[in-house]
């Protein structure tokens, strides 16, 4: 059966702004321009003004502008980083491609964000740069990461694959550490029509060593001054990026307007509902409640025709692929917690009210159902 409602919804968005892409799609296959060129360079520019920084270096994905950041960094063997756990795998993936070791620490109970304290009790001799993650578009406390990180000479690299146009403190997300990594996968608040990713910093040295390493180690066609990577960013998708960028201000006020929205609608319920700490303004990527009865809810949902999501049901520390790192049921407390719990409720910039009513109305009638099921 077709969900009625669907978590996002991108053929939506596709039919509002379809002039616009069509438009850049017909631009760059009739340049016969396909690799590099003017439409990359002319996107990397937009974007590092929209984060307020210097340079914004396009590469193949978000998994590949956290490795190839690392590698920029000199991050590599005998390394440790710090991360959280409650992310998607390539977080940690990029940590161990280089050869270091990710060191997973807890998330603070009311943003799911790396929890600072316990940042600072996890750091060794061989820690040499931490990566919080703006889970669901809410930027990490990067005023008390980033005062730690200085103490002990760390490399802050954020993680902003879900937090395009939020800010911290006023500043951008993709200006509030060394570096910032951003994944436009199709489905994120900037999503290109495939995979693709930036490196945004106002370090140019380090801009430079991503720009090297994503094409091949070369700066002209012959010579290779280094072992590099093929992780560039290609024209068709820059100009599909370009011709979105201008509409994210009014996308992400419309996730602002419909994630207050929830919290309103949702105050009588039974659900532990998002926060948003004072500082932060979260580009809403995702509205994620939590409830002991997660499964059953989602499964309620489903079956009256929405869709909802769980990000993410098994925190890394806990996944077969790091088994190698001894990690336990237990180690992480609130991050396990959150796992067994949360559920990301539909939430686009093109979900209509009807639409959201009607999934608060099941949510309600999921409570009423519970407490009929269970007197007393
Ligand atoms: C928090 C986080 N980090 C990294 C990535 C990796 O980005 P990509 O899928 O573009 O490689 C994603 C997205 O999938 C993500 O959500």
Avoid at 49 to 76: F, K, N, P
Avoid at 118 to 138: D, E, F, K, N, S
Wanted: with cysteine; net charge negative.
């Amino acid at each position: 059966m077709e969900l009625s409602i669907p978590l996002v919804d991108l053929k939506a968005q596709y039919r509002t702004i379809q002039p616009a892409i069509d438009e850049a799609i017909q631009r760059v296959l009739a340049s016969a321009n396909f690799i590099m060129g003017s439409e990359v360079a002319a996107f990397e520019e937009a974007f590092a003004r929209y984060c307020g920084a210097t340079h914004c270096v396009g590469v193949s994905s978000g998994t590949a502008a956290l490795e190839l950041t690392l590698r920029a960094y000199g991050i590599g063997p005998g390394d440790e980083v710090i991360t959280v756990a409650h992310t998607f795998i390539a977080t940690a993936e990029a940590i161990s491609a280089v050869g270091a070791r990710p060191v997973f620490v807890d998330i603070d109970p009311a943003t799911y964000t790396l929890d600072p304290d316990c940042l600072a009790a996890a750091i060794t001799p061989a820690t040499r740069a931490v990566i919080p993650v703006h889970i669901y578009g809410q930027p990490a406390d990067m005023t008390r990461i980033n005062a730690i990180a200085r103490e002990h000479h760390l490399v802050v690299i954020e993680d902003a694959a879900q937090a395009h146009g939020a800010t911290w403190a006023g500043t951008p997300a993709g200006h509030l550490g060394h570096a910032a990594c951003f994944s436009f996968y199709p489905g994120k608040n900037l999503g290109a029509y495939g995979d693709a990713g930036a490196v945004v910093t106002d370090d140019p040295a380090v801009a430079e060593a991503v720009r090297l390493l994503r094409n091949h180690g070369r700066h002209s066609k012959y010579i290779h001054e280094q072992k590099g990577f093929g992780h560039r960013l290609d024209a068709l998708q820059a100009a599909i990026l370009r011709a979105k960028l201008p509409y994210l201000d009014r996308w992400t006020a419309a996730r602002r307007r419909l994630a207050a929205r929830y919290t309103a609608l949702l105050a009588d319920s039974s659900l532990a509902l998002p926060a948003e700490a004072p500082d932060a303004a979260s580009a809403w990527h995702l509205y994620v409640v939590r409830s002991e009865q997660r499964d059953e809810l989602l499964a309620f949902l489903n079956a009256h025709g929405v869709a909802a999501g769980i990000h993410y049901p098994v925190p890394l520390h806990l996944q077969p692929a790091y088994a190698d790192l001894g990690y336990g049921p237990g180690d992480l407390p609130v991050t396990e917690a959150v796992a067994a719990t949360c559920l990301s409720l539909p939430l686009y910039p093109e979900l209509c009210d009807e639409q959201q009513d009607r999934v608060v109305e099941l949510l309600y009638a999921f409570e009423a159902e519970r407490e009929q099921g269970n007197p007393g």
